[in-house]
Structure formats: structure tokens, C-alpha cells
């Protein structure tokens, strides 16, 4: 459901590889090692209370985090802002931090719960910065 450049998220259990300071690429690559890529959603998760940034994968239901190597985790839902970013992929990766930056000069964001980056495609990756229920 979207309204005004917002959506209601449901909550999204997940598997990650481990806790990053910031966003790279081996992160995904050794996640991607583990589950492959085919029928998967894979995102990136920043907690701004920790400074903490994890590269994700959505569970699914007969994934056993532990005999991947993975930890599982929930992305908190709710009220979220939603950008999407289409281009190339390097263009796209630089585009992240200034754009989450507008979203929250525009909407406010609840530090409460993580920002995301939801890997749709290699040419799309959609930005949801949680905002305030308020």
C-alpha cells in the first residue's frame, strides 16, 4: 500500500552473513555464496542507533540459517518513505547516502528502526527510510 511516497511495510524475517560498520561488498558476496541467487530478495539494513549495516536475505521457509553459516534477524515494520533508484548498478550504489539524506530532510525518520535498501534488480534498488507513525 502506498500513499504520498509512503508504505506500510510487514515485518521481514531474515538471514545475514554478520554485522558490518559499513556497506561492502563482500558482505553480499560471501551471503550470496551461501544461499545463491535465484528466487531470493536481498537487502541492506543500517541501524543509525549503532552504526551497524547488514547485508540481508530474506528467509524463506525451509532455510536453515544455522547449517548456512547465517544469523536470522527481523526487519522491523511499519510506516516507511520509499524512493526507488533505476540506472547502473555503480551509479546507483553512489546515489544511496544522498538520497537517504533528502528522505530525511523531507519525512523526519524514526531512529527506532533501521533505514533499507532493497536489491530489486541489478538496475533497481528501492530505499525505505522508517518514518514516525505520528
Known amino acids: 500500500m502506498t500513499n504520498d511516497g509512503l508504505v506500510r511495510l ?3 524475517d531474515v538471514m545475514y552473513v554478520r554485522d558490518v560498520g559499513s556497506p561492502g561488498a563482500d558482505a553480499f558476496a560471501e551471503l550470496e555464496a551461501a544461499v545463491g541467487l535465484r528466487g ?3 537487502y541492506g539494513v543500517f541501524d543509525p542507533r549503532s552504526g551497524r549495516y547488514r547485508a540481508c536475505v530474506r528467509r524463506h521457509q525451509n532455510d536453515d540459517p544455522a547449517s ?3 544469523r536470522s534477524a527481523t526487519i522491523a515494520g511499519g ?3 520509499i524512493e526507488r533508484l533505476r540506472g547502473d548498478y555503480e551509479e546507483l550504489i553512489a546515489m544511496i547516502a544522498p538520497t537517504f539524506e533528502a528522505m530525511v530532510a523531507r519525512h523526519g525518520g524514526d531512529p527506532a528502526r533501521p533505514a533499507i535498501e532493497f536489491y530489486r534488480r541489478h ?3 528501492v530505499l525505505y527510510l522508517p518514518v514516525s507513525e505520528s
Open 123 to 125: 538496475d533497481e534498488i
Open 79 to 81: 510506516l516507511y518513505a
Open 10 to 12: 510487514d515485518p521481514i
Open 40 to 42: 531470493r530478495r536481498f
Open 68 to 70: 548456512l553459516g547465517l
